[in-house]
């Protein structure tokens, strides 16, 4: 426990665990008081593989996938193969990045995909 403890700001939050943590506490903080929030996760069942997704929601009636990062890198190899699986069209991806949003298109059937980047500090505005 000391060693997440010990060390700068920044280096507190490249802590991977940590930061997911977080994320996760920040989600049912800022979610309705009225609605029980379960927060879910992935994994690929396949063997011999390690793709997971942080956290699976429900926003709007549709499921959504995001991924957390400690920092602004990451090529989000999980979320896209989930997306793809799962035919989801929208995910999110929170981070140390500025707002923002990506479009990438699917290897497989050349379907569009959106991921809507939400800053840490922001994830209050997860709902909007």
């Given at each position: 426990?000391?060693?997440?403890?010990?060390?700068?700001?920044?280096?507190?939050?490249?802590?991977?665990?940590?930061?997911?943590?977080?994320?996760?506490?920040?989600?049912?903080?800022?979610?309705?008081?009225?609605?029980?929030?379960?927060?879910?996760?992935?994994?690929?069942?396949?063997r011999?593989?390690?793709?997971?997704?942080?956290?699976?929601?429900?926003?709007?009636?549709?499921?959504?996938?995001?991924?957390?990062?400690?920092?602004?890198?990451?090529?989000?190899?999980?979320?896209?193969?989930?997306?793809?699986?799962?035919?989801?069209?929208?995910?999110?991806?929170?981070?140390?990045?500025?707002?923002?949003?990506?479009?990438?298109?699917?290897?497989?059937?050349?379907?569009?995909?959106?991921?809507?980047?939400?800053?840490?500090y922001?994830?209050?505005?997860?709902?909007?």
């Amino acid at each position: 426990m000391s060693t997440i403890m010990l060390g700068t700001a920044e280096e507190l939050v490249n802590k991977v665990g940590l930061t997911e943590m977080v994320a996760g506490w920040e989600m049912i903080k800022y979610s309705s008081p009225r609605v029980r929030h379960d927060l879910y996760y992935w994994e690929n069942p396949e063997r011999g593989t390690t793709s997971e997704v942080d956290y699976i929601i429900m926003n709007e009636g549709k499921v959504m996938p995001i991924e957390v990062k400690s920092g602004v890198s990451g090529k989000m190899k999980s979320l896209r193969l989930f997306m793809q699986k799962k035919n989801i069209t929208n995910a999110i991806r929170t981070s140390l990045e500025n707002f923002g949003k990506i479009a990438i298109k699917d290897d497989v059937n050349g379907e569009e995909r959106q991921i809507r980047i939400l800053p840490l500090y922001a994830l209050s505005n997860l709902q909007n």
